[in-house]
Every structure is written in C-alpha cells, then in structure tokens.
C-alpha cells in the first residue's frame, strides 16, 4: 500500500457521521484482504442510514487480542470556503510544506492506514496474539460504533489501542461527555406579524466544543442579542433561528429572521432585509411565538451559570483544567425550539455535584414552562464517563517502552475531549489512546491537517506494539 496515495483517496470519500459510512468501508475492506485480514462487517441503522463497522482481523478468536481501533467518520465540514488551505473543497486532500490538509486527515481517518500498513509488515510473521483491527462509526456522535462492537464481537480483546489525534503522546485520561437538551413547542403560536423580514447573521470561530476558549460561538451571541431586541426593538418578532451544524463544535455562523418596521440593531451582527423569504425562513404564513425566545434566554442563563461554577474546579493536566459547556445547536422554526448543549466534565465528585444542580434547574425550567402553558422538556443523552487508563496497563508500558526505544520519550496526556476510550474500558479492556496529528486548535476547523511524517511515525510505532505484543518470538 502507498500510504500517502491511499491516504488521498480516503479524504477525498465523504465520511460525515450524517451520512452513510458504506463508501468508506468498501474502499479500505479489499486492502485489509490483501494484507492477509479476515474482514468482516457490523451493520445498524442510524437515523435510518446504514452504518458500519469494518473488523478486520488475525487469530481473531484469541480472547487476549490486541485491537487497533479508529473510528471512520468526520463532523462536517462547514463553510466550504474557510478551507484555504484545501482550495475550498475540505474533501480535496492538499499537501504542503509537510503537511497533509483535508477533513479528516487528523480526526482520524488517516489512523486506520496506519494501523493497516503496520499490519502489513508483519503479514508473514506468525501471532502468539490476535490483532483486531476496527474502523467504526459514530464516533463523532455518539461513539455509536463502538458500543455496538463490544455489543456483538466475540471473544472480546483484552487490550484496546485507540486512534485519536495525540501528537503521538500517550493519552491515559479524558473527560466524559454529556448533551444537555432543552425543546419545547408553543401550541399558542400565531402567524407572524406582517412586517418587513430582516435576517440577521452571528459569525464566529469554530472549533472542537472541547477546547472552548479557542472558538467564538455564533449561537451564545444570538442567544444574547435577543435580551438587547427585547430591549431596543420592542415589538420585533423573533421568527426563526439556526445556529451550528453538529452539537461538538462551536458554532461558526448562526442565522436569525427578524420580522419588525425597521432594520434592527444588533451588536456584533448586520441585519439585511429578505424581500422573497420562503415559508421555511420566514414566509408570511410561518407561525410565531413570543415566549420561546424568553425560553432559549433562560436556558442559556442556566448554562452560564453552569460554565463559571465548574471553571473555578481546576483539574491540572487538562486543557482547559475544567468542564467546559458549549451550545453548539440552535434551532426556533415558528412554534418549536431545540436547544443542544455538550458538557465535557473533568474527574471529580465536586464536578459531578456541580452538573447535576444544574440539570435539576434546566429540568425545574422545562416544569415552569408546561406550567406557563408550553409543551417543554429538559433531558440528557449520551452519558460518558470521564475515562483513565487502569493502573498497571500493559498496554502504557508497553507503549512508553516502544516510544522510548525509538528516542521519542512522551509523557502520558490527558485529553480534554471524549473518545471511544470510555466504552472500550467499561468493557474490561486495557485501554490507552494514541495517534498522529494534533488536536488543540487543528481539529473541528477548517484546515485541518496532519504532518506527513506523523504518519511514517504513527506506522512505525504500530509495527513496534503488534511485534511487542502479538508476534511469536
């Protein structure tokens, strides 16, 4: 296998968590036969799109197996036009001054040929240990995939070596994750007043919704704008409202339709006249309420009150050393609202209390709401753990051992975003999360991208733990 030429074509299949992960599969499924891997898949529907799981595989039915895992899909892209670097298309892989750009290239695609072109220097030589490789799913939604792979894979592996950006650091610890959902309907709703629409545009800074304080969030300063409306343009109806693109990122652009007599002001923000406003932005028979504003207000408060009493609980190591709270999906369409939050909490009972309080206050919210005369709820999804590797793994040992032996001595991270780490540990599995490319300010993002050599680096390393841990000497 060409590496770097693979690599190209891998980047260039779209692979968003949104769509059908099929197309990726079956271009990586006939190099894992020729690399002398039993393949197999694992389907289910999600959202009623197929999904899968690529499990390929040596003397698979060793229970101490060793798995090389790397999850498949991608979060959007978003502005086509930000990818600079890319001439505007994110699925055009580029290569330059060392460094390989495309959605993908670092979260975590390319980890899978690595993984692969490792498995392919040992094709000859005999197992005393089974290796699993596995591309999965959903990761970037739900770390879908991997449950489902500790669900139906028999024996399971006894060691998990998970594919994540990691500056080809070791990483023994994440936060755990948890989205926060507020959505209600107003059946009190009305045709919106016939007055001019304007339409009001948030611009931020994207970035993963992990790493906060990199990105400037497009839906916080719409959420915010709406006390100043209140304020100064009283008798402005707020008619729709989409902001974000996938909750684990912030939120880049947010739109706002404003029907009222005059252009508004909005700080931060140009408001432009819609003259051939469809029905679904704003038409003249879209419905109108004027108390899910108030809702999405008060939600955010909670939030905000939410971000500032865990950032004063510092946990060194992590960056940042706290939870931290991103509204990443934003959505009022005439007379409903949806509004998703992701909060990735550091260790602690201090923290766990702290997020609790606060869910209990979003769920007295949606109380308060039914009882002004909403259909409203408050709930949680996708509950993850903060995730540590197990004292005594022979998985860090091993790796900080084959780091060492190559001169490059890394001392073990912590990841302040959430992986599949967490369900593959709660399996039984030894687990520890390693691969090339930098997170931090790089992924999430337009540009995206992953030093060439990280790559060579990242098959070397692979080659060194399936020799260390799996091939009979």
Not at 31 to 49: F, K, N
Not at 53 to 62: K, M, S, Y
Not at 166 to 189: F, N, Q, R
Not at 353 to 382: C, F
Request: glycine share 8%; net charge negative.
């Amino acid at each position: 296998m060409d590496l770097l030429a693979t690599a190209r074509q891998i980047i260039a299949l779209d692979s968003r968590s949104s769509v059908s992960n099929r197309v990726v599969v079956d271009a990586l499924a006939p190099l894992c036969i020729q690399a002398g891997l039993e393949v197999r898949t694992q389907r289910e529907y999600r959202e009623g799109v197929p999904q899968y799981n690529l499990i390929a595989t040596r003397d698979r039915a060793t229970g101490d197996a060793l798995m090389l895992a790397t999850h498949l899909d991608t979060v959007p892209p978003g502005d086509p036009g930000l990818w600079t670097a890319t001439g505007g298309n994110p699925f055009a892989p580029t290569e330059r001054d060392g460094y390989l750009y495309g959605l993908g290239t670092a979260d975590v695609k390319l980890d899978f040929l690595c993984k692969l072109a490792a498995l392919e220097r040992v094709a000859s030589e005999r197992l005393r240990r089974g290796v699993v490789l596995a591309g999965t799913y959903g990761e970037e939604t739900g770390r879908y995939g991997a449950k489902l792979l500790v669900h139906q894979l028999r024996p399971l592996p006894a060691l998990a070596l998970v594919g994540e950006p990691s500056d080809l650091a070791p990483v023994t610890a994440h936060k755990g994750y948890i989205e926060l959902h507020v959505e209600s309907d107003d059946p009190g709703a009305v045709r919106r007043p016939d007055l001019p629409l304007w339409e009001v545009r948030f611009e931020g800074t994207a970035a993963h919704s992990s790493q906060t304080h990199l990105g400037t969030s497009a839906n916080d300063a719409c959420v915010d704008a709406l006390g100043h409306l209140r304020k100064t343009a009283p008798g402005a109806a707020v008619i729709r409202i989409d902001g974000g693109d996938v909750v684990n990122k912030v939120a880049a652009t947010c739109r706002m339709w404003v029907a009222y007599d005059q252009r508004p002001s909005v700080p931060g923000a140009a408001a432009v006249e819609r003259m051939d406003a469809s029905a679904s932005a704003g038409g003249p028979d879209t419905l109108y309420s004027d108390r899910l504003p108030w809702l999405l207000e008060q939600t955010k408060a909670i939030l905000d009150s939410l971000r500032r009493a865990t950032g004063a609980l510092t946990h060194p190591g992590f960056d940042p050393p706290h939870t931290t709270v991103n509204n990443g999906l934003l959505s009022l369409t005439g007379a409903h609202v949806h509004y998703v939050a992701d909060v990735r909490r550091t260790p602690g009972d201090q923290d766990a209390a702290v997020l609790e309080e606060h869910v209990a206050r979003l769920l007295a919210l949606a109380e308060r709401a039914v009882a002004d005369g909403l259909s409203a709820s408050a709930r949680t999804e996708l509950d993850s753990p903060p995730f540590a590797t197990g004292e005594g793994s022979l998985l860090l040992y091993s790796l900080a051992d084959e780091l060492a032996s190559r001169g490059w001595e890394r001392d073990p991270e912590l990841k302040s975003g959430t992986t599949e780490a967490s369900v593959y540990q709660a399996a039984g599995m030894d687990t520890v999360i390693f691969g090339p490319g930098q997170a931090a300010g790089n992924i999430h993002r337009p540009n995206e991208c992953v030093p060439v050599e990280h790559l060579t680096r990242a098959v070397d390393v692979y080659e060194g733990m399936i020799r260390r841990l799996c091939v009979d000497r």
